[in-house]
């Protein structure tokens, strides 16, 4: 079956950087469109960041120009490239794999991501 598991979530300061990576399983990697979401305490949870099966990508206004997301397609993997982190940016971060021709969408189990001094 489909697995996400993700990595690379913790503690840092303000204005410092972290690089989630999701690893996944059970599927064919190429075909997928893959993001990253997040969700705060008492939020919604967010789209942070996506990218399409032709490799454009889009991002939240709120992480534009600190966060970049890319695919290692030897690897299997999505990464998210997080600098100049911010206190609001604390929330759990979860990696996101979609297929939509045939309405098939999955779910990592999520990583926490605490920003503060």
């Known amino acids: 079956q489909v697995q996400l598991v993700e990595s690379g979530g913790g503690l840092v300061q303000p204005g410092g950087s972290l690089r989630l990576s999701c690893a996944a399983s059970?599927?064919?990697?190429?075909?997928?469109?893959m993001a990253w979401y997040r969700q705060a305490p008492g939020k919604e949870r967010e789209l942070v960041a996506r990218?399409?099966?032709?490799?454009?990508?889009n991002y939240a206004d709120s992480v534009k120009g600190r966060f970049t997301i890319s695919t290692d397609n030897t690897k299997n993997t999505v990464n998210l490239q997080m600098n100049s982190l911010k206190p609001e940016d604390t929330a759990v971060y979860y990696c996101?794999?979609?297929?939509?021709?045939?309405?098939?969408?999955?779910w990592g189990q999520g990583t926490q991501v605490t920003v503060s001094p």
């Open positions: 996101y794999a979609n297929l939509p021709d045939y309405g098939l969408a999955y």
């Open positions: 059970g599927m064919i990697f190429e075909f997928y469109a």
């Open positions: 990218m399409t099966r032709g490799g454009s990508t």
